[in-house]
């Protein structure tokens, strides 16, 4: 009867050492960079409770073969650094000038809604005693165009503006301080984004202040690429998109978001890596 083959020691040991240094390989690192503000529920300030599309960034890319680390800076300098090539991805709004700036993950030559990250409503805020209203169409209630304010940095939101023909103040640092210039009639309209100023408007200091009842539009966020990434890259990118939409049928991962009328999930699970 033939005797069973053995691996030596020595092989064996070699083997194993081969299989240990394999599995310890470092994943390829990514730098994604992200706006310095909290969004909730999609953007957390804080590291340790990260949010949706934070923990979507980074689980997908982990389950893609990357390490995913997410830096946070003013939006603007997001834009310069990763067009600099000092990232690899940031996320972004597929408006005309980030169309061109940057590689969106496209279906039939289109941005792939099956890949995006958050769909959000862009909302008006007026001062409770002006006669300012919005029929889905057009502003009325004003005798000339009213100045609108938006944070500074946001796109997305000058764009809209800017298409309805009306007068932009895009100077405010944050959405406080833009709802501070609006209550002080230095602005007559703010346009912004519904999740980052619903709770501001909830909250104590702002009873002068009331939300149109009708969005401007809505908008959806992609995770984007800077364009001198080499071919090895955009195979990971690939990869790493396909992972974010699977991860988006996913009840721990869902996001609340205008058409589907979901809801976040109650825990934070998932993990990030950020720094």
């Known amino acids: 009867m033939p005797r069973p083959f053995r691996l030596p020691r020595t092989g064996l040991l070699l083997g194993l050492l081969s299989a240990a240094a394999a599995w310890a390989q470092p994943l390829p690192s990514w730098r994604v960079c992200l706006p310095d503000v909290a969004v909730p529920p999609y953007l957390s300030a804080d590291p340790a409770r990260p949010g949706l599309i934070e923990r979507r960034l980074v689980d997908a890319g982990r389950r893609a073969g990357l390490d995913v680390r997410l830096e946070r800076m003013p939006s603007r300098r997001c834009i310069a650094q990763l067009e600099r090539g000092q990232f690899e991805a940031s ?26 990250l958050a769909r959000v409503k862009l909302v008006w805020v007026k001062r409770r005693d002006s006669a300012l209203d919005w029929d889905g169409r057009q502003l009325s209630g004003a005798s000339s165009a009213p100045l609108v304010g938006t944070r500074l940095g946001m796109g997305v939101l000058a764009e809209s503006v800017r298409d309805l023909g009306l007068p932009l103040d895009d100077a405010a640092l944050s959405t406080p301080q833009l709802l501070a210039k609006l209550s002080a009639g230095r602005v007559e309209l703010v346009l912004a984004l519904e999740h980052e100023v619903a709770p501001l408007l909830a909250g104590p200091g702002h009873a002068d202040l009331v939300m149109l009842a009708r969005p401007r539009q809505a908008s959806s966020f992609y995770p984007v690429l800077r364009r001198s990434l080499k071919a090895p890259q955009l195979a990971q990118a690939q990869a790493w998109w396909a992972e ?32």
Request: charged share 25%; aromatic share 6%.
């Open 91 to 116: 996320i972004a709004a597929p408006i005309p000038a980030n169309l061109a700036r940057f590689l969106f993950p496209l279906q039939q030559g289109q941005p792939d809604d099956t890949r995006r």
């Open 244 to 275: 974010i939409a699977r991860l988006r049928e996913l009840p721990d991962y869902r996001l609340p978001d205008t058409r589907s009328g979901g809801a976040p999930p109650a825990s934070g699970r998932g993990s990030s890596s950020t720094r």
